[in-house]
């Protein structure tokens, strides 16, 4: 017997491809997040930032590039 356990996104731990950590989003889903008009907490959902920081400095790295 195998038990297929289903996909949960909202439980899948958020893996931060900056920083490298695990976070928590600041808003349980991403239409949420949508609905506070935070743009971090939106790209916490979209892109896998955790925070503003990390966030700045993609883009001051890639500005830099
Ligand atoms: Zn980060």
């Known amino acids: ?3 297929v356990i289903p996909l949960d996104v909202d439980t ?3 893996h931060c491809l900056w920083c490298k950590k ?3 989003p ?3 889903s991403k239409d949420e997040a949508k609905a506070s ?3 971090i907490a939106i790209e ?3 892109s896998g930032m955790c925070s ?3 966030w ?3 883009f001051d790295k890639k500005e830099n590039a």
């Open 26 to 28: 600041s808003y349980p």
């Open 12 to 14: 899948v731990p958020k």
């Open 37 to 39: 008009g935070d743009l």
């Open 56 to 58: 700045n400095e993609l």
């Open 22 to 24: 695990y976070y928590t």
């Open 44 to 46: 916490q959902w979209i």
């Open 1 to 3: 017997m195998v038990q």
């Open 52 to 54: 503003d920081s990390c």
